[in-house]
């Protein structure tokens, strides 16, 4: 069982898409419907490339963002002759989002790639990732390799096969994220918070804003909150006092830890951040 959600406006939604030389198409794939950007070579004087037999070049996202993110590579690439996609991955923006957890794992998410892949008629393909998508793109490249030929990782270095799962390490070095008197805030721990979803909901503008844009050296406000303890005190965070629990401490999301700029810098503009879909954390995109 999934859910999703239709974009806010389709037609406003594929107007900024055609700005990049986009088509946003959806496609019911591995059991959930995925919404991708997709942009068709172009034939030029300067490149070789048969616009029929263009190599596939597959963008993969990280968090929190969608298609949206690769809008200037999709065009750039795609004039070089190029066929270039970017979905919108699971739980992002106008692709489905389950409810069930393990939905999530390395394997549905590969699926999901490798379907998009098959659908639009390729056997194999260029990958190119970033963030939480470079993760992915080195884990396509171990699983399917005869498929993901090439990949491209930013941000993210491979790190070999782990000892311990992740989250079992990062409590290590952390705490438990229920401790509320000695865990230390880490952004993925806090998102195992029930709740978590609803604190970015509360203000996703403001949330966004502040992930996408601060940048050390930019002319920014101080966060509201210094300490390095996932839970503080209500009243420091700004926020009632949680009700029935033993004492006043609230656990404190991300961005209220990062300095807020005080305006936007060059490359993005206001137009650039919003909330896809109020009261749905796991939608919020880059667009």
Not at 15 to 42: D, M, S, W
Not at 55 to 76: C, D, I, M, N, T
Not at 122 to 147: E, N
Request: net charge positive.
């Amino acid at each position: 069982m999934s859910t999703q959600r239709e974009p806010l406006n389709p037609a406003h939604e594929q107007k900024v898409a055609a700005k990049f030389g986009c088509v946003l198409k959806t496609a019911h794939l591995n059991g959930i419907r995925i919404r991708y950007a997709e942009a068709q070579p172009t034939p030029t004087a300067t490149n070789n490339f048969d616009a029929e037999k263009a190599p596939l070049v597959f963008f993969v996202h990280g968090w929190p963002e969608s298609w949206y993110s690769w809008r200037h590579q999709l065009r750039a690439l795609s004039a070089a002759g190029f066929r270039c996609v970017a979905p919108d991955m699971r739980g992002y923006g106008g692709t489905s989002s389950p409810k069930v957890v393990h939905d999530y794992n390395v394997y549905a998410l590969a699926g999901d790639a490798l379907a998009l892949v098959h659908h639009l008629g390729f056997s194999r393909c260029v990958l190119v990732g970033h963030d939480w998508g470079a993760w992915l793109t080195w884990h396509l490249a171990l699983l399917h390799p005869a498929v993901f030929t090439t990949i491209c990782a930013m941000s993210v270095p491979y790190g070999g096969y782990p000892k311990v799962p992740l989250l079992t390490a990062l409590r290590k070095t952390y705490g438990n994220e229920t401790d509320r008197k000695n865990a230390k805030f880490q952004y993925m721990l806090h998102h195992n918070l029930p709740g978590s979803g609803a604190q970015y909901d509360a203000d996703i503008r403001d949330a966004l804003y502040r992930i996408y844009t601060f940048l050390p050296g930019i002319e920014s406000d101080m966060p509201e909150v210094k300490s390095s303890k996932l839970y503080i005190p209500a009243k420091a965070a700004g926020v009632d006092p949680p009700q029935g629990a033993a004492d006043d401490l609230v656990p404190v999301g991300f961005w209220k830890r990062i300095p807020r700029p005080k305006k936007f810098p060059k490359w993005i503009s206001s137009e650039d951040v919003r909330p896809a879909s109020p009261g749905r954390h796991s939608n919020v995109i880059l667009r």
